[in-house]
């Protein structure tokens, strides 16, 4: 008896929480499982860079300024791993902790200039009008500069404070050494490691759109931060930081941060990210002989048919609730 009371309030519980708009049991699995098409992760996109595009510069300006400032902690992480290794060198431990800035951005949703490589650049290549590419290149510009002044003000405030009173468990020669682990190789190879470092957040950008949750979102948000990080690519505003601190500190000049890393590393993220990731994907949605138009379809059918089918749920919930009430 008190077996079928429990199952009985549990129906109950999942009863009421239908009648309250919760989806049932079914639609949560059908939700979960269910796996959406290029066509329906391009609509996505689409539909968040209309929303990006609408924004004010003001707007745009304090995003990108949180983006800057929390993706710097990316750099503080890998510190505090090495010092706890005794690592002079970030290595694949360092790398666990490294997607932790690009986490806290993509949760929070503020704006990354590599992100904006993918959402933007799709709804130009959709609809190439004068009114959207002067946009994008406002987006780009506005972000891009806060993205940069929220890395240097976290980086200024690590180079000027004593490292006691900022991160005391991080010892300066580790801040150090994690920062002139970005600052390294040629020009041209700095290019390169950004084309790779670029590709990957736009990736990253792209594939957030294929799942629901928070869950989800950590998990490829970490994949692509990882890769990253072990394989030495570089990123434009979470190297930023790194750099930014040594010229903070007086080890490069401010000249050297700009030509030798923020150029090319800027510039790779840029082809990366508009090449490989959204020209990439955008012929894949136009070439793969299906219309974006079909996936308007699909994305209008299915919402329609899950609010029938949690209008239905929450009609049995309810008759469910009179009937356990003996209405």
């Known amino acids: 008896m008190q077996r079928e009371a429990g199952r009985s309030d549990a129906a109950r519980q999942v ?12 639609l949560a699995l059908h939700r979960v499982m269910a796996r959406i098409t290029a066509h329906q992760m391009f609509e996505r996109v689409r539909a968040d860079a209309k929303i990006e595009l609408e924004r004010s510069s003001v707007g745009l300006a304090f995003s990108g300024l949180s983006a800057g ?27 666990v902790v490294y997607p932790v800035g690009f986490i806290i951005i993509v949760l929070a949703r503020a704006q990354l200039f590599s992100e904006n490589t993918l959402t933007p650049v ?11 590419i002067v946009h994008t290149a406002r987006l780009w510009v506005v972000v891009l500069a806060f993205n940069l002044l929220g890395a240097w003000i976290f980086a200024i405030v690590l180079a000027v404070v004593p490292s006691p009173d900022v991160v005391p468990h991080v010892g300066r020669e580790w801040l150090d050494a994690a920062a002139r682990a970005s600052f390294r190789g040629s020009w041209i190879g700095v ?48 190297g930023a930081t ?26 790779g993220n840029a082809i990366g990210g508009v090449v490989f990731v959204s020209l990439v994907n955008y012929a894949q949605v ?16 299915r919402a329609i048919k899950e609010k ?10 309810q008759r469910e609730l009179r009937q356990g009430r003996g209405e």
């Open 15 to 26: 009863a009421l929480r239908a009648a309250e708009g919760w989806p049932g049991p079914h």
């Open 69 to 95: 400032l929390n993706i710097s902690f990316s750099f503080v992480a890998i510190a505090a791993v090495m010092h706890a290794t005794g690592r002079t060198e970030p290595g694949l431990l360092a790398a």
């Open 122 to 132: 799709l709804l130009v290549l959709d609809h190439p009008s004068r009114e959207h």
């Open 191 to 238: 290019l390169v490691r950004g084309v790779f470092g670029g590709w990957l957040v736009a990736l990253m950008a792209w594939m957030v759109h294929s799942g629901e949750g928070a869950v989800s979102e950590i998990l490829v948000v970490w994949t692509a931060g990882f890769l990253i990080s072990a394989a030495g690519f570089a990123h434009s505003v979470a």
């Open 242 to 267: 790194e750099v930014l601190y040594l010229a903070g500190r007086g080890i490069i000049g401010y000249g050297d941060w700009f030509w030798r890393f923020q150029v090319p590393v800027t510039l």
């Open 286 to 301: 136009r070439g793969s002989g299906e219309d974006v138009e079909v996936a308007r379809r699909i994305e209008r059918e």
């Open 308 to 317: 029938k089918e949690e209008a239905v749920a929450a009609s049995k919930a």
